[in-house]
Nanobody, 121 residues
Framework: QVQLVESGGGLVQPGGSLRLSCAAS????????MAWYRQAPGKERELVAT???????DYASSMKGRITISRDNAKNTVYLQMNSLKAEDTAVYYC???????????????WGQGTQVTVSS
């Protein structure tokens, strides 16, 4: 059983910071790209940031300059550091990862269950 588990969400005041974590566990050979998405109430899920196995990163323009994505390959974990948070950043944040699964002999994208981030005073 392969799964991604997010943590670090919560309630934060405008201007505050949060660090989200997402750890992959189970039986897989390797991890390729990892990413964070978010989905606000009544809106579609949108890409927030991506990081490749070579640590190349890309960010959504809406959050660029306020977020940093990073990964610890030894811990099979991806992080999202979010600063200067705004009310409009309120959403459920999801991570995903492309995991090489023995059963398929190929990479498959796995999603986490999401963690709620609420920015409010």
């Amino acid at each position: 059983q392969v799964q991604l588990v997010e943590s670090g969400g919560g309630l934060v005041q405008p201007g505050g910071s949060l660090r989200l974590s997402c750890a992959a566990s189970g039986s897989f050979f390797s991890i390729n790209a990892m990413a964070w998405y978010r989905q606000a109430p009544g809106k579609e899920r949108e890409l927030v940031a991506t990081i490749t196995s070579g640590n190349s990163t890309d960010y959504a323009s809406s959050m660029k300059g306020r977020i940093t994505i990073s990964r610890d390959n030894a811990k099979n974990t991806v992080y999202l550091q979010m600063n200067s948070l705004k009310a409009e950043d309120t959403a459920v944040y999801y991570c995903n990862a492309d995991l090489f699964l023995r059963y398929y002999g190929d990479y498959r994208r796995v999603w986490g269950q999401g963690t709620q981030v609420t920015v409010s005073s």
